[in-house]
């Protein structure tokens, strides 16, 4: 791999696993809001972004580079409400699709074929996550403030378990 290529995808295990580590915050602060159900979501997403830096970093075990871990930030995880965590989610999922883009278009311009195919997976899944955000945040937008929407909202993300995982 080009440095250039190898650098890039470092930076994005680091950002990933940044990923997963402000989900695990927030599934703390849920915790603190007595929001199981929402708290069992954000662990789910932690465990997913690790999975996807994981991805990332077995792609280059695989073509015989050595990921270079980077330091994670301790996460700033601030929020009164449900639907402002969601908000910040999706803002979040946003952010990590332009950073996709951005490592899609170097790999497009270094030639490196073997990134571009594994990260069509991540691109459809960018879509999946940013989808998964504004389904809730619709949902909490339904419910308001009443304390029986949130009950509601927060079972049925209690529901959610961890995926199966794929082949890549």
Do not use: C
Not at 115 to 121: A, D, E, I, K, P
Not at 142 to 168: I, K, N, T
């Amino acid at each position: 791999m080009k440095s250039r290529t190898l650098d890039a995808v470092n930076n994005q295990i680091q950002a990933e696993f940044q990923s997963a580590y402000i989900y695990l915050a927030m599934s703390a602060r849920f915790e603190d809001m007595k929001m199981s159900g929402a708290a069992n979501w954000m662990r789910i997403q932690w465990q997913e972004e690790t999975a996807h830096a994981m991805k990332l970093y077995d792609h280059l075990i695989r073509r015989g580079e050595s990921p270079v871990l980077q330091t994670i930030d301790k996460p700033e995880v601030s929020f009164e409400s449900a639907l402002d965590a969601f908000e910040r989610v999706l803002e979040h999922e946003r952010h990590v699709t332009h950073l996709i883009h951005s490592l899609y278009e170097v790999a497009v311009e270094e030639k490196d074929y073997a990134l571009q195919t594994l990260l069509h997976w991540f691109i459809d899944e960018q879509v999946e996550e940013e989808e998964n955000a504004e389904a809730i945040i619709d949902s909490l937008r339904l419910a308001g403030e009443s304390g029986q929407g949130l009950f509601l909202v927060d079972r049925e993300l209690g529901q959610r378990a961890p995926e199966e995982e794929e082949d890549e």
